[in-house]
């Protein structure tokens, strides 16, 4: 947790009320955007949407009641709701601390308001994150793996939309990301014992709290 806080207190005082963005953003941003009515620009106009913040607390809610269906236990099925909302409000206070403008062309996407770190980012990795952590206890082990690369896809692709269609800064991105990692592994903490096993990835330890999540199938 501790490289990701740094790494976003390192570039929020690097944009810290900047009125240029840095070469390396403007690299990168001139690398991959989009101009408007590209066949790409729409591609990722609708990938972009499954990093909505209210989009992503409904996909929370929905991991949530999964959850519950398989552990009946009240802080696993909280976790995920709670880290992307966490996640979010952290995210909120950053954009205004910091009051980085957007780059020129997200006027272009009727794009708003203020932009490190990125929401969308935020809240894609909060989401992509507390499921995968869940999930690595909860999905049968034979389909853990490709759990795992889906969740990061999305997550993949909900970060590189912002940037193809120019509302964002690669540093917003990054931002994001370890804004994100860092309040759900933060949060680990609050979770049962037997699923702070998983996260820790070792074996032998007794749960602390609430019942033991029911065994994935064979």
């Known amino acids: 947790m501790g490289?990701?806080?740094?790494?976003?207190?390192?570039?929020a005082a690097l944009v810290w009320h900047s009125t240029h963005p840095d070469g390396v953003d403007v690299r990168v941003a001139s690398a991959l955007y989009a101009r408007?009515?590209?066949t790409v620009r729409s591609a990722f106009a609708a990938v972009t949407v499954l990093g909505e913040p209210a989009v992503a607390v409904t996909l929370a809610v929905a991991v949530a009641v999964w959850v519950w269906s398989?552990?009946?236990n009240v802080v696993a099925a909280a976790f995920c709701p709670v880290a992307v909302a966490a996640a979010a409000v952290c995210e909120s206070f950053t954009k205004t601390l910091v009051?980085?403008?957007?780059?020129?062309?997200a006027v272009l996407a009727h794009a708003t308001g203020r932009s490190f770190p990125s929401g969308h980012a935020t809240a894609a990795?909060?989401?992509g994150l507390a499921t995968g952590l869940l999930a690595a206890v909860l999905v049968a082990e034979r389909w853990r793996r490709a759990a795992g690369v889906g969740l990061?896809?999305?997550?993949g692709v909900v970060c590189l939309s912002r940037l193809v269609l120019g509302v964002h800064y690669l540093t917003d991105v990054v931002a994001g990301v370890a804004m994100a990692g860092a309040v759900v592994l933060a949060l680990t903490g609050f979770l049962p014992g037997s699923f702070q096993v998983g996260?820790?990835?070792r074996t032998g330890s007794e749960p602390?709290?609430?019942?033991t999540p029911r065994k994935a199938g064979p």
């Open 3 to 11: 490289v990701e806080v740094a790494v976003v207190v390192a570039l």
């Open 152 to 155: 990061g896809a999305y997550v």
């Open 99 to 105: 009051a980085r403008a957007r780059p020129a062309t």
């Open 36 to 38: 408007p009515e590209s």
């Open 125 to 127: 990795t909060a989401l």
């Open 70 to 72: 398989r552990t009946r």
């Open 208 to 211: 602390r709290l609430g019942s």
């Open 199 to 201: 996260v820790r990835f």
